[in-house]
């Protein structure tokens, strides 16, 4: 079974330029999550995906960021304009239901110069 | 709201040892437990969870965790730490009263290192 699928894997750019990462979930899989991990600190939930619709984005700084899951299934994570404090790994994540095991990608590293 | 806080950034121990990682956790409301290990350059692997039944749970590579809801706290543990068992891991909490085991929150991580 393939795993979660994201890309880039790294990406360096500069502050108030815009980024834009993929992820595949796994097939079938209908919950999708995009993660944010800072050097030295767990993950933290950005957005919540069931199919297309935002279960919850309480956490995603919606001026510059933005999440879309047009058709269900993959997933794009968007940051425009980057600021230096938005270094950090991007992780996306994806379950059968939402209450199922969550499996994780294995992130993109972004680098804001 | 829910906080992991996690008991050392860093700790190493012989191949051979026990390795003990620890985790305390804040909740309002009864919580799922889980413990997950990335390695560099990886995603997160699942080791275990606890849902709810049995509080001494085992999972991968013989690692086993006890959730004790009077001391909130749900510790890592391995009788005899491997090489292999270097990595970073992480101890994350959600609410049981909700329907994601994937809204998590993490605690900070602990970084293991197994010395030969």
């Known amino acids: 079974e393939a795993g979660v699928a994201q890309s880039p894997r790294y990406k360096i750019i500069e502050k108030r330029q815009s980024v834009a990462f993929w992820c595949n979930p796994i097939?079938?899989?209908?919950?999708l999550y995009w993660y944010q991990q800072i050097l030295g600190q767990g993950p933290k939930l950005l957005i919540q995906?069931?199919?297309?619709?935002?279960?919850?984005d309480s956490q995603l700084p919606k001026d510059r960021f933005s999440a879309e899951r047009l058709k269900g299934v993959d997933s794009t994570l968007k940051i425009q304009p980057a600021k230096l404090e938005d270094s950090a790994v991007y992780l996306c994540a994806s379950s059968a239901s939402s209450g199922g095991a969550v499996f994780f990608g294995p992130g993109t590293r972004l680098t804001v110069l | 709201a829910q906080s992991v806080t996690q008991l050392g950034s860093h700790v190493s121990v012989s191949e051979g040892a026990l390795v003990l990682l620890r985790c305390n956790y804040s909740s309002s409301v009864p919580p799922y437990l889980f413990w997950y290990v990335q390695y560099p350059n990886q995603g997160l692997q699942l080791l275990l969870k606890y849902t709810t039944g049995a509080t001494l749970v085992k999972g991968i590579n013989g690692f086993e965790a006890e959730f004790k809801k009077s001391e909130t706290s749900f510790h890592l543990t391995k009788p005899s730490a491997h090489m292999s068992d270097a990595a970073e891991y992480f101890c994350?909490?959600?609410?049981?009263?909700?329907?994601?085991?994937?809204?998590?929150?993490f605690g900070q991580g602990t970084i293991l290192t197994v010395h030969p």
């Open positions: 097939s079938g899989h209908a919950t």
């Open positions: 994350a909490v959600t609410d049981a009263g909700g329907t994601s085991y994937g809204k998590l929150t």
């Open positions: 995906f069931q199919n297309n619709g935002v279960v919850d």
